[in-house]
């Protein structure tokens, strides 16, 4: 009877200490991690990442933000953060210590300063690009603040009647040109050379043409074509470049079919769309009004882009080939959800997201789950296909439903040349396009090491079959045998 108390005091200690443990945890995840599998259903996953702190600038000792409006990360790890409300620009270093404000500067003998800016962009030797919305004008600065020059309204003949100049973002390629986008503006990114000067617009969303639309604007009055939608491109909203100069693109509108592009310097869209769906946030193909609405997107390491869903607060991030790998965050307004989420920044396996409505930054760290999705991808990537292998695989026994990390080794065998196995992996992860890729050179392997033999065995067959028909006519009486 004892020993049954004992038992029972010990189950009750137990539990007692699983409650006082796993609240924390419950507290910690405000959403579910949740991914979509090859037949467009939800399927819930643990989270890739979780709510580590925020940062609203007054336990850094510089005042609250107010309406910051984005974030940029520079080669250095310091995060920038245009705080458009207090006008200023905020550097942080790793450990969250103010770098520097910059309140405004000295431009041709007069303090001046922003006026509503919308978007920042720091190159690689440290200067600043501030798209200065409500002045009209892109302006440079040296990274310690210092006025260096400003870019006004873009000048040519093929400017149409009625152009308005508010640049929102910017951005500058390793070769110094600068691409703007404008508010309003729907015929592409606007492209300035180093010296500042306009060279024309690139990558403009084509337009989606209706015939039906068509063939009834010809037969509708005047009143009723006003009323009827125009063929008008959809305009971006924000960008970011990669390590190699390729422009990478959102566009909110929720009806557009690549809300994310991936621009080379001709303004082609060359992203990689090998995914059970096309990169676009949530999958909804029955609800438009239940659809992503993108706004933000970043660049990272291995191929790795992840884009900022305002409509729902989520951050989706992708590999290379289009596979959706993660997804995290929600509208609220506990730690880890956003109010009004307009950025979204990265450092390391760290991200960032900026909150308007809450003037905060969340940051946020990866799972077991989500550090084993990163380096498994960077390690594939980078060509280690045993490294990358033995990652997928520790995923499985976290998610064994998990179809990614089929693909991972399916494509970490198909590299290898274990073609068979490959096949084996991608079909469970209805990778079609690796698959068929697996096939085909599992094809190849199977002809080459079964040719020889194959037609040997048919010579051999030929000669055989050759031979019976002479010996049967023979003895038949139909050939007659040669007598010496």
């Known amino acids: 009877m004892m020993k049954l108390i004992k038992l029972m005091t010990s189950a009750a200690l137990l539990l007692a200490a699983f409650q006082l443990f796993a609240s924390p945890l419950q507290a910690a995840a405000p959403y579910e991690g949740y991914s979509y599998s090859y037949w467009g259903t939800t399927s819930t996953t643990p989270n890739a990442y979780l709510p580590e702190t925020v940062i609203n600038g007054v336990e850094q000792g510089i005042g609250k933000f107010k309406e910051p409006t984005d974030l940029y990360v520079d080669d250095d790890g310091q995060l920038y953060v245009l705080d ?12 969250w210590k103010v770098v520097r404000e910059i309140r405004g500067f000295q431009n041709g003998g007069k303090q001046d300063q922003f006026a509503n800016p919308q978007g920042l962009f720091v190159t ?18 040296t990274n310690e603040g210092e006025f260096v020059r400003e870019i006004g309204a873009p000048k040519s003949e093929v400017i149409r009647d009625g152009f308005e100049y508010f640049p929102k973002k910017v951005g500058v390629d390793n070769a110094g040109r600068i691409y703007v986008i404008g508010r309003g503006v729907f015929d592409g990114i606007i492209e300035f050379d180093s010296d500042g000067v306009f060279t024309g617009f690139m990558g403009t969303n084509r337009v989606k043409f209706d015939v039906w639309d068509y063939f009834w604007k010809k037969l509708s009055t005047k009143a009723q074509k006003s009323k009827l939608a125009q063929f008008v491109p959809l305009e971006f909203n924000n960008l970011d470049l990669d390590q190699e100069g390729f422009i990478y693109t959102t566009t909110a509108e929720v009806n557009s079919a690549d809300p994310i592009k991936r621009l080379n310097s001709t303004g082609v869209d060359v992203l990689r769309r090998e995914g059970y769906f096309f990169p676009r946030g949530d999958v ?27 409509r729902k607060g989520r951050v989706f991030t992708y590999n290379e080939d289009g596979n959706l790998m993660y997804v995290f965050g929600r509208i609220g307004t506990q730690e880890g959800t956003f109010k009004t989420p307009v950025a979204v920044e990265s450092r390391g396996s760290q991200f960032f997201v900026l909150d308007q409505g809450l003037n905060r930054i969340n940051v946020f ?36 439903n998990n179809e990614i990390a089929y693909v991972g080794i399916g494509k970490a065998m198909l590299r290898q040349g274990d073609n068979k196995l490959a096949m084996e992996n991608l079909k469970l992860g209805y990778d079609r396009v690796y698959y068929s890729k697996a096939f085909g050179k599992y094809r190849k392997e199977m002809t080459r090491k079964y040719f020889g033999a194959g037609m040997t065995v048919v010579f051999v067959l030929i000669a055989a079959l050759w031979s019976w028909n002479i010996i049967k006519r023979r003895s038949t009486g139909k050939v007659k045998a040669n007598v010496i």
């Open 84 to 95: 458009a409300g207090n006008g200023r620009i905020v550097v942080f270093d790793e450990q």
């Open 124 to 141: 690689k030797k440290g200067q600043i690009f501030v798209a200065d919305t409500d002045n009209s004008r892109v302006v440079e600065l």
């Open 284 to 310: 909804y193909s029955s609800n438009p009004n239940a659809s992503s609405i993108l706004i933000d997107v970043q660049v990272g390491a291995n191929g790795v882009y992840s884009a900022l869903d305002s």
């Open 365 to 400: 760290s990866p799972t077991r789950y989500g550090t084993l999705i990163n380096d498994a991808n960077a390690l594939l990537v980078s060509g280690d296909y045993n490294g990358a292998e033995s990652k997928w695989r520790e995923l499985l026994r976290l998610d064994a």
